[in-house]
């Protein structure tokens, strides 16, 4: 079984806080995603990263960042923490392909930015 | 822009009723499509797929239909029971875009007793 973890359940900080969360995947998988899931909107992609040190920008990218140092490991930085980014946060890996990968998702972090 | 859309965003049946779950998207690019569930406090798993070629696939009571004239494609659960109560979420992906996928809103089924 594919095993996606992501660091913390529930987190909760202060406005301005550097924020690391951590995700590891087990199955040796080239993709790896970070979105962020807010009631009516969906999932929506902040970053993702194909390969070991690459990263590409998702759709809201804006006050994020991320690292890839080793294969299966994909962090993401919240670099000043704002009440706006208070929300689920999902981490999802798949494999190499042109297209068509299922992605498997961690269990999520909820972050409350006060 | 939302390529991917449920227009749905709650939906109640009564168990062993059929469940329907709508999904328009509008990039015609879109070659793959997948179905997510997800209840509180996890996060989703996948439940179905279907590729562009087909326009059906099913697994055991669940069944994804494809119309790729009106760019729509529908979830279809039979018998559905209270446990089926989630969110669902439908995504597409491109075969040329690294796995990327786009998802819709979401829909929350209730399935009640």
């Known amino acids: 079984d594919v095993k996606v973890t992501q660091s913390s359940r529930y987190l909760v900080k202060r406005t301005g806080e550097k924020v690391f969360l951590e995700c590891v995947q087990d199955?040796?998988?080239?993709?790896m995603f970070w979105y962020r899931q807010d009631p009516g909107l969906g999932l929506r992609l902040i970053y993702f990263s194909y390969d070991v040190k690459m990263k590409e920008k998702g759709d809201i990218p804006e006050g994020y960042s991320v690292s890839r140092e080793k294969k299966e490991r994909f962090s993401l930085i919240l670099e000043s923490a704002s009440t706006n980014q208070t929300s689920m946060y999902l981490c999802?890996?798949?494999?190499?392909?042109?297209?068509?990968?299922?992605?498997?998702f961690g269990p999520g972090t909820r972050l409350l930015v006060l | 822009d939302q390529q991917v859309k449920q227009n749905s965003p709650s939906l109640s049946v009564q168990e062993g009723r059929i469940s329907i779950l709508n999904c328009d998207y509008t990039n015609s690019m879109f070659d793959y499509f997948l179905w997510y569930k997800k209840y509180p406090a996890e996060g989703p798993t996948f439940l179905i797929s279907?590729?562009?070629?087909?326009d059906k696939n099913e697994d055991g009571r669940f069944t994804v239909f494809l119309n790729k004239s009106a760019k729509h494609l529908s979830l279809h659960i039979v018998p559905s029971q209270p446990g089926d109560s989630a969110v669902y979420f439908c995504?597409?992906?491109?075969?040329?875009?690294?796995?990327?996928?786009?998802f819709g809103q979401g829909t929350t089924l209730q399935v009640k007793p």
């Open positions: 279907i590729s562009s070629i087909k």
């Open positions: 999802a890996s798949s494999g190499s392909g042109t297209g068509g990968e299922t992605q498997y």
């Open positions: 995504a597409a992906s491109r075969s040329s875009n690294t796995g990327k996928l786009i």
């Open positions: 199955m040796d998988h080239e993709n």
